[in-house]
């Protein structure tokens, strides 16, 4: 497909800002089917907003603090990795590399 560039309209600031051809490229490989509503500079400002903890839940996407993270050793190839739940001593715990290949085999 051939992607041109669009002039698009902030819907927080108001200014124009350019939809490049790459960026239009790039959303259409993720599967993104809407264009961005906001400029480069207001979606920045949002995202730092957001995940400086000090920013007002929206209606699209509520405020998340961040995850608290516990060390753990995995159970299949004994490195050190951090999990975002507290390990207890009767499940197995396991690095994201070895999660995934004992999640393929149980499938």
């Given at each position: 497909?051939?992607?041109?560039?669009?002039?698009?309209?902030?819907?927080?600031?108001?200014?124009?800002?350019?939809?490049?051809?790459?960026?239009?490229?790039?959303?259409?490989?993720?599967?993104?089917?809407?264009?961005?509503?906001?400029?480069?500079?207001?979606r920045?400002?949002?995202?730092?907003?957001?995940?400086?903890?000090?920013?007002?839940?929206?209606?699209?996407?509520?405020?998340?603090?961040?995850?608290?993270?516990?060390?753990?050793?995995c159970?299949?190839?004994?490195?050190?990795?951090?999990?975002?739940?507290?390990p207890?001593?009767?499940?197995?715990?396991?690095?994201?590399?070895?999660?995934?290949?004992?999640?393929?085999?149980?499938?």
């Amino acid at each position: 497909m051939n992607y041109t560039d669009k002039v698009l309209k902030c819907r927080e600031c108001g200014s124009e800002f350019v939809f490049t051809a790459g960026e239009q490229e790039f959303y259409a490989s993720r599967g993104l089917m809407n264009e961005p509503g906001r400029c480069p500079s207001c979606r920045a400002l949002r995202r730092q907003r957001l995940n400086s903890g000090n920013g007002q839940p929206s209606s699209d996407r509520p405020y998340r603090p961040q995850r608290e993270m516990h060390p753990a050793v995995c159970a299949e190839c004994g490195a050190n990795t951090m999990v975002p739940f507290l390990p207890r001593t009767d499940k197995p715990v396991y690095c994201s590399n070895c999660y995934e290949r004992v999640r393929s085999r149980q499938s």
